[in-house]
Every structure is written in C-alpha cells, then in structure tokens.
C-alpha cells in the first residue's frame, strides 16, 4: 500500500506523507492539495471532499488488497491541524 500510494498521479501534484505505524498500519497525510490550497489563495471556502475520498481510498485500497481497513481520520469538511488537509488509516 504504502508503495502504491506513491505512484498515484496525486503523488506528483501533492505534498503528501506516509507514516509507518507499524506492520499492518499506515497514516496517510495529504500536507498540500493542489486544489485546497488553490481554495485558499482565492478566500473560498475549503471543497468538503471527505465523501469523494471515503469512496476513492477505500476502493484504491481493496484494489491493493481487499484485507485492507480504510478510516477517515479527518478531511473538509472536518476540521484539520494546519500542516495537512486529511489524514486517512489502512490497516490491514
């Protein structure tokens, strides 16, 4: 996971983190989305993306390995901490 993470087109365009918990747990943190920031620069609102990535991560997921477990830790709406716009958990 934490491999193909990296190769997804997002890796490119995003700053993002991957913490290794452990072996059978993965953090996942989007630290500058292109189209956030974009949001932000303009005075808009934050884009509530979090239904879009419950369905995105979770299917990229299984993909990987159907025994992986995808949790939402946070993502717009939803509050965040200044250093990344969402977080999300595979463990497995």
Known sequence: MKKALNYRLYAF???QEII???NKKLIFHMND???QSARRRK???E???KPVGLVEYSGFAS???SRIKTKCLC???DKHPENYYCAWEFTI
């Open 13 to 15: 365009i995003n700053k």
């Open 20 to 22: 290794q918990v452990d």
């Open 33 to 35: 989305c292109r189209v």
């Open 43 to 45: 005075k808009m609102p």
């Open 47 to 49: 884009f509530p993306c």
């Open 63 to 65: 993909t990987i390995d």
């Open 75 to 77: 993502c717009p709406p």
